[in-house]
């Protein structure tokens, strides 16, 4: 440690050449992850699911790595999701999972994004948007609600499955029907029965619609029900492509598929710096409601990250840990909206070290890891929750690995 004993170390350079946090996101990963993805749903296909900024890790760029290793195509949640795809020059067919206000038909048409319709009022403000942009085609993919409760028109509610079948039968040619699909709720558990029903009550709602919209029967249009779990875990659900979010990113959707995600390598870790680092007695308390007291004489390194970057408050009274010089850290005291603190105990360390929060860093045992599976489960949440809730201000750092 830089500076006499009880005396805190500083940045001398002000810190203007390095970064205080940072995600770096691995493009290799993710193209390895997509070609196993591909690999166990063939001869279904695969098509990347980037919203969020690409579950936190950068939808542009994501997007173009998955494309390049074999994806057929990209979802996304919203309009203005897809548009920034297109505006960054991605060409490929991209979904809208949900329908969205209807005021933005205008854009869907405009950046030539595929639509997802459940309600007549949609269909009717979709080909309107089309006519007066003199736009004829516009592919949709029909929802149905097979128990998920999300969105999407009712499995059993055959009067408005067949309105809405039969309102895009009525704009032809303005409006295309290109595909008919559904969510899965619990594939993430195998043995849950749950999914089998909602793949009998898909079919039939499949088959229902055929009869308005002549040319969707089976192997006419695109079907797609699974998700990365489902992909994963139920071969009867990978019907024309598989819409894979979480294990394009290495991270396992849920503990009931853990082991079939062996093989998908996490792409993003999160990373930070030293920017602090002095001596604290024993008795004493630290950070916001002085929660945690020292029980001897340690060292404690100020990491500039915190709840604003995507940090939980709450992950030190959680068990949180980070990486330093090899070795796991405990974060001490509430996480704070900029900075967190960690019990570095009486080994060296110094400002500008490496904190190394989601990821893998090498130490004299060999390489540590923690993942965001890791925080999640200390967390009570899921996978998800933890990348996507890494901030903007947190810059990516893309890099392919050799």
């Known amino acids: 440690m830089d500076g006499a004993p009880g005396e805190p170390t500083r940045r001398s350079d002000g810190g203007s050449s390095l970064p205080r946090a940072w995600a ?12 196993r993805l591909r690999s166990v749903v063939a001869p279904s296909g695969v098509w990347a699911v980037v919203k969020a900024n690409g579950y936190g890790h950068g939808a542009v760029e994501v997007a173009q790595a998955a494309l390049r290793a074999g994806a057929q195509g990209l979802c996304v949640a919203l ?61 949709v993919h029909l929802q149905v609600d097979t128990g998920m409760q999300r969105v999407g028109v009712p499995f059993d509610d055959v009067a408005e499955l067949r309105a809405v079948a039969a309102g895009v039968a009525r704009h032809h040619p303005v409006l295309v029907p290109v595909g008919v699909f559904t969510h899965l709720a619990v594939a993430d558990d ?12 898909f079919d039939d709602a499949h088959d229902l619609v055929a009869t308005v919209l002549p040319g969707t029967g089976p192997g006419r249009t695109l079907t797609h029900v699974a998700n990365s779990a489902g992909g994963l875990a139920h071969p009867a659900s990978r019907r024309s492509f598989v819409r894979a979010g979480i294990a394009v990113y ?21 990373r930070a710096r030293v920017s602090y680092v002095k001596r604290v007695a024993a008795g004493s308390r630290i950070s916001y409601g002085l929660r945690h007291r020292f029980a001897r004489d ?3 390194a100020t990491v500039p990250i915190g709840y604003a970057d995507g940090v939980p408050r709450r992950l030190w009274a959680q068990g949180g840990e980070v990486l330093i010089g090899g070795r796991r850290r405990r974060i001490v005291g509430v996480v704070t909206m900029d900075q967190l603190m960690v019990d570095c105990d009486d080994d060296p360390v110094s400002v500008d ?5 989601i990821g893998e860093q090498d130490g004299p045992d060999g390489p540590q890891r923690i993942r965001a599976e890791d925080w999640a489960d200390q967390l009570g949440t899921i996978g998800y929750e933890i990348v996507c809730g890494i901030g903007r201000r947190v810059p990516r750092r893309y890099v392919v690995a050799s």
């Open 24 to 35: 770096e996101v691995d493009l290799t990963a993710i193209a390895h992850n997509v070609e």
């Open 79 to 139: 309009v203005e999701e897809g548009a920034e795809l297109r505006d960054a020059g991605v060409d490929a067919p991209i979904l809208v999972l949900t329908e969205p206000p209807t005021h933005a038909a205008d854009d869907l048409t405009r950046y030539r994004l595929m639509a997802t319709v459940y309600t007549t009022r949609f269909v009717d403000a979709l080909a309107d948007a089309a006519r007066a942009r003199r736009v004829d085609g516009v592919p």
């Open 190 to 201: 195998p043995d849950d029965e749950f999914t089998a029903l909602q793949l009998s009550r």
């Open 250 to 270: 290495g991270i396992s959707p849920g503990h009931g598929v853990d082991h079939l995600c062996d093989d998908l390598r996490p792409a993003l870790s999160l």
């Open 298 to 300: 340690t060292t404690v």
């Open 353 to 357: 070290d490496e904190v190394v929060l």
